[in-house]
């Protein structure tokens, strides 16, 4: 508390990112990110890059970065808009589209940085119960609203609703913005960016962070219509005129263009999500469906805190969530390498015994 703050300051409760300990050896399954490094043509690209000139601003509208983004989505450049991260896109999102006399609906059981957003913004919002299975009932969010937003797959539950869901309530909900959140749609989730093009208030955003492998270069877009791009363009004109540097715009390019590298390591992480559903199972684990590259499960008779700091005694860092207290008996486990998974297995097998 200090006199010199100001009131919103006073009000803010801060999102907790995920630890990133400073230590080595550790088998780190915290955080989501992707346990292989990016794309080898990422690397060349950053290289390239820090041999040409610094000096320079970057291009303030990221022309070639939004038009590797629109061909990789076979949309056009004017319905991209790209951000420092999809966790800068969501807060130009929020300020931009998502703030109105209305309620934000979004699930009480979901990405926990929204409840902040609206704190920043001060944006009133209403959380809508998950189903007792976890999942998103689409029926329970036709009400008066001023926007709806939630990631597909749903964090931290990895729960995927099915496309035909969401188009619905796109039907539904014509008089404000649906903002699906879709970090992690790319292990196993139907993306509904194939939507844009016929739903005018469906705004997808997306990140480099989890499946490119790119958590550190900070670059995350939307994908609209123009309208809405047109909007978050108006923010971060008026925020930060130069969001994505030199080196994030090289390094994104080439990761949005090497699509076969992409693809082979969402395919590795895929194949060991379900090797390790099977083998917790068997451990005493109920794991819930997961489309991402993160799984949320519960061990039938041993509590989630306790058994996060078990594992931590063993070098293994997974996420727990004390509340709400319906999501407290789990774990948040990312899918690492199959050695990682193996390593983590067999410390739960020692640990269960
Ligand atoms: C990781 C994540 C993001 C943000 O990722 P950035 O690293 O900021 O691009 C957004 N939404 C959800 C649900 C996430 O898990």
New binding site residues.
Partial sequence: MSKFWSDVVHRLTPYVPGEQPKLDNLVKLNT?ENPYGPSPKVIEALKLEAAESLRLYPDPNSDALKAAIAKAHNLNANQVFVGN??????AHVFQALLKHSRPLLFPDI??S?YPVYCGLYDIEYQAIPLADDFTINVDDYDQPNGGIIF?NPN?PTGIPLALVKIEKLLKSNTQSVVVI?E??VDFGTESAVGLINRYSNLLV?Q????ARSL?GL???YALGSPELIEALIRVKDSFNSYPIDRFASAGAIAAMQDVAYFEETCSKVVATRESLIKELTNLGFDVLPSGANFIFAKHKNKDGAELTAMLRQKNIIVRHFKAPARIAPYLRITIGTESQSKALIESLAELLV
């Fill in positions: 989501n991260g999809s966790d800068e896109v969501l979901t990405y940085f990631p964090a959140d970090a992690y955003t990140t480099l962070s989890k958590a900070r670059v995350g």
